[in-house]
């Protein structure tokens, strides 16, 4: 079904079998003895009835262990998503790990001046279309987040966006019951009907969970919308040690998986057999000035870790390497993104999402740094591959047949291997110092900048039908009326 | 050096040490000797406050022994509530903020850290909490009459939330009555100026100053 290439982890780990449990049973006793503030009604009907301990006025409920056990069991082990073109579709399960755009940011920033400006929807549709042109983004989520739109129904003129500009997988935003509506509809237009939609979802949704341990109103009646359509969801939680979560990076898992696991709760509870994704992508805070910092090796250990508990439990995983605090694609961003892209790739995250295209803790979208970033995914991707041992490429024939004193440039078993074997980089400079000056002697970022305008002057997506694009006016035209009320 | 100026460094130290068990000991002590409670308050461990709002500004302390020190100082308050309440003087204050999450938004983290840093530089702040609605911001603005509203949102969806509320202000009459300021992840100096507020810093320390600055 995908002409993906498989890149699995399960190379690499932080936690010890028996810390993860030790995990699952601080999170089972969180649950049950302190519980989460759930601010929907309706959730707390479903919680009691299933056996949750509900107090109605304060809106607290304690789950019991058998409850979680549900949550975990009812919840499907792969979730398949899909792209307009079946040959990206992924298989989101185990440890096969997939790279994707960072998102949701508010500005842009400008190559040339490196200055920031603020975001709009035509960023969306060339960040968008960037991306789909870019070989080892996998799926994507809006790099920003239009400012020009109508602010109460962006996430129609998102996901608009979205479906015309790539044919891969789009994480995406729903704002209430109504935006969960209309973008399903509108998704449902592409893929040929709601059924069809449901086989092969060409949106998955990201809803953030309230930290620490409370799953508000609106959310929760969107997921349970979203849920009615056993649409994919992505429950996030992005809690800040030391802030809206413990100091520790193991108390923060345990906040973590606690919010995750109650949310999926409610979204199995609602309709069982719903796809939800583990979300967990919490990040420190600068106790010398109360921000919140991304670039840092703890950032890079909780990925690895929520890698393994997703694992664990059987749950696909959204995770997150590549984010970073720098300001302007540079050192620091190359190192930071790196280094957390290597590590949870190594483990088999399965939706990595902000691996590409972020700066400026996921505030600020840079398309220069996408393409700085789709190198450093590519080289990830080669290093997860690791080496291929067998009789072919333990090459004892044609060492035999070149033997002692001679060379491997003319052999066939060369010309066969060597693209497979080597990663052949767009981006990066390897050339000689000669032949770098004679070719402008351009930085990283002149060059990625070089590849930006071409890609964008050059990749096309193939157009949705006339009938699609007119229904999606409407849609939005509808949600615009509504809101003007 | 008189045994209640020794009594005020004790209070100053044992905020500077994080020390609540010592700080309400010694606020009992000056109850006892019959120290003025504004004294207590200004003399003693206002100063010990100050020094611990300096060191963070150095980020020499960190948010944590900030909240923590304000937390010794709400203790020590609500301890001489009763002989403040006594007292012809009152504790000075640089002025009076309103602040609180707009509707929609239930983040609360930003604002709670501007809180703290904004009584530690001695303003009077009054919380309204998260996910406050435009109506409340304007009765509370009347009945309260506070020199500042600050009004919080964290996201892009809520941020249109600052624009209604001094809005909703303006339509009371009593928009001249209270500077604004904005904040919050989304917000942008653009956006502050384009609905009309009187104040907007990237973040909690630079919001200080802009407060000190309006009020000033």
């Given at each position: 079904m995908s002409d993906l290439t498989e890149y699995r982890g399960g190379k690499f780990s932080v936690l010890s079998r028996d810390q993860i449990y030790d995990i699952h049973m601080a999170t089972l006793e969180v649950l049950e003895k302190t519980g989460v503030l759930v601010k929907e009604e309706n959730a707390l009907k479903l919680l009691d009835d299933a056996g949750a301990l509900v107090d109605y006025e304060t809106q607290r409920v304690h789950i019991p262990q058998y409850l979680v056990d549900e949550a975990i069991r009812k919840t499907p082990r792969s979730v398949k998503l899909c792209g307009r073109d079946p040959k990206n579709n992924l298989r989101v399960e185990g440890n096969r790990s997939y790279f994707g755009l960072g998102g949701s940011g508010i500005y842009m920033l400008?190559?040339?001046?490196?200055k920031r400006r603020t975001a709009t929807k035509q960023d969306l549709a060339d960040s968008t279309r960037l991306a789909d042109s870019l070989e080892h983004i996998d799926f994507l989520m809006g790099l920003i987040i239009p400012q020009d739109v109508d602010q109460n129904i962006w996430d129609r003129y998102s996901a608009e966006v979205k479906l015309k500009n790539t044919m891969k997988h789009c994480f995406t935003g729903a704002l209430g019951e109504e935006g969960a509506r209309d973008v399903l509809k509108m998704a449902a237009l592409v893929a040929g009907g709601e059924h069809e939609l449901e086989k092969n979802p060409l949106f998955s949704f990201i809803l953030c969970t309230v930290s620490p341990l409370t799953h508000d109103a609106r959310n929760t009646q969107t997921a349970m919308e979203l849920a009615r359509h056993k649409a994919p969801i992505i429950f996030a939680c992005e809690s800040i040690c030391g802030g809206t979560a413990p100091i520790s990076l193991a108390g923060t898992l345990v906040l973590q998986n606690a919010e995750v696991l109650s949310a999926a709760l409610i979204a199995q509870l609602t309709?069982?057999?719903?796809?939800v994704i583990y979300g967990a992508v919490s990040s420190p805070m600068d106790m010398r000035n109360g921000s919140i910092v991304m670039g840092v090796p703890e950032v890079a250990l909780m990925g690895v870790a929520v890698s393994q508990l997703a694992q664990y439990y059987g749950i696909p995983l959204y995770s997150m390497a590549g984010i970073t605090d720098s300001k302007i694609p540079d050192a620091q961003a190359a190192y930071e993104k790196a280094l957390q892209q290597v590590l949870v790739g190594l483990t088999g995250g399965n939706l990595i999402h902000n691996a590409a295209g972020m700066l400026d803790k996921m505030i600020t979208g840079s398309l220069e740094q996408m393409v700085i970033d789709n190198e450093i995914i590519g080289m990830v991707k080669r290093i997860m591959r690791g080496i291929e041992i067998n009789t072919d490429t333990l090459a004892t024939d044609v060492i035999d047949k070149v033997g002692p004193g001679g060379h491997f440039l003319g052999e066939k078993h060369t010309r066969r291997l060597y693209k497979g074997e080597h990663d052949l980089s767009v981006l990066s400079d390897r050339m000689t110092r000669e032949a770098w000056e004679k070719a402008g002697s351009k930085d990283t970022v002149q060059r990625a900048n070089e590849i930006v305008k071409k890609k964008l002057e050059t990749h096309q997506v193939e157009p949705l039908d006339r009938d699609i694009v007119e229904a999606f006016d409407r849609i939005i035209l509808e949600a615009k009326r509504k809101t003007m009320g | 050096m008189s045994n209640t100026d020794i009594l005020f460094n004790e209070m100053a130290e044992a905020i500077e040490w994080l020390d609540d068990e010592k700080a309400i000991e010694l606020v009992d002590a000056a109850l006892e000797a019959g120290v003025d409670p504004v004294d207590v308050i200004e003399k003693g461990f206002t100063k010990g406050l100050k020094v611990v709002g300096d060191r963070f500004g150095d980020g020499e302390a960190f948010l944590t022994e900030l909240v923590a020190a304000a937390n010794i100082m709400e203790e020590v308050s609500e301890r001489l509530a009763g002989a403040l309440a006594g007292s012809q003087r009152k504790v000075e204050r640089r002025g009076t903020v309103l602040i609180g999450t707009v509707a929609g938004d239930v983040h609360t983290i930003g604002k709670n850290i501007l809180k703290t840093l904004l009584e530690v530089n001695g303003f009077n702040v009054i919380d309204l909490g998260e996910d406050v609605p435009t109506q409340r911001f304007v009765e509370k603005v009347r009945e309260l009459k506070p020199d500042i509203l600050g009004l919080s949102a964290l996201m892009t969806t809520t941020i249109t939330e600052q624009r209604s509320v001094i809005k909703a202000l303006e339509e009371a009459g009593v928009r001249g009555m209270v500077k604004v300021m904005v904040g919050g992840a989304a917000v942008t100096e653009k956006w502050s100026k384009d609905i009309g507020a009187d104040g907007y810093a990237e973040n909690a320390s630079d919001a200080v100053q802009v407060a000190l600055s309006l009020v000033g």
């Open positions: 400008d190559p040339d001046t490196l309709n069982p057999g719903t796809p | -």
